[in-house]
């Protein structure tokens, strides 16, 4: 059974720090996802890693995919107080037959003036 | 390009009555997802759906729960003698097509059993 952890799981950090959140995946997949949550509201997606190696970067939220080690990080760099949110990632396997995502249990993240 | 659309976005119900969500998916996607969110958590797969057929229930509860997504009109999750344990937040995604590089999620359905 496919499952997904990210550690921390809240996180409160100040401004212009940098740090990072981490995502294990327990059995090889095909894609993996990092998506922002603010209270009460839906999912927005942030990154889609399809490959080893891959790394994408949009303002101060850059993605990594190590599928070796079975690990995404979301490394945030010069925090703002606009990033404050639960971050999560999520696997999916359509190539076994999986289209349904597995999420992992959510970060929430906090950033103080 | 509307997005995806749930309806109605809070729902409150009383301990054994029905509650029926509704999701339309994006235009041109025949492929639609239900998850659940319980408070403080993440979210969970409950149901896959293409037009007419039920993909995968793997993460159905086996009562009480049934969706359904006919060849007109949204998709419907329906949850019979609601208990409060089923207070959480209904998340509906939809997908172009099987494999599908992203599923888009619509707003939620916040429900609220008291």
């Known amino acids: 059974e496919l499952k997904v952890e990210q550690n921390p799981l809240f996180l409160s950090m100040q401004e212009g720090k940098n740090y990072t959140i981490y995502c294990n995946y327990s059995t090889t997949s095909d894609r993996l996802y990092w998506y922002r949550q603010d209270p009460g509201k839906s999912l927005e997606s942030l990154f889609v890693?399809?490959?080893?190696?891959a790394v994408k970067q949009e303002g101060r939220l850059m993605a990594s995919l190590d599928t070796k080690a079975r690990l995404s990080t979301l490394h945030i760099t010069a925090a703002v107080h606009d990033l404050s949110a639960t971050y999560f990632c999520a696997v999916d396997n359509p190539s076994q037959g999986a289209q349904k995502l597995v999420f992992g249990q959510g970060t929430r993240l906090t950033i103080n003036p | 390009n509307a997005g995806v659309m749930q309806n109605p976005r809070h729902l409150v119900r009383r301990r054994g009555q029905e509650a029926r969500l509704r999701c339309s998916p994006m235009?041109?996607?025949?492929?639609v997802y239900w998850y659940r969110q319980l408070p403080e958590e993440g979210l969970k797969f409950m149901v896959y759906l293409q037009k007419e057929n039920i993909i995968d229930e793997s993460g159905m509860p086996k009562e009480r729960f049934s969706a359904e997504f006919p060849k007109e009109g949204p998709s419907i999750l329906r949850i019979q003698q609601v208990v409060r344990g089923d207070s959480a937040a209904y998340f509906c995604a939809s997908s172009q097509h099987s494999g599908a590089y992203e599923q888009y999620f619509g707003p939620g359905t916040r429900l609220t059993v008291t």
């Open positions: 235009k041109g996607h025949s492929h």
């Open positions: 890693l399809l490959s080893n190696g």
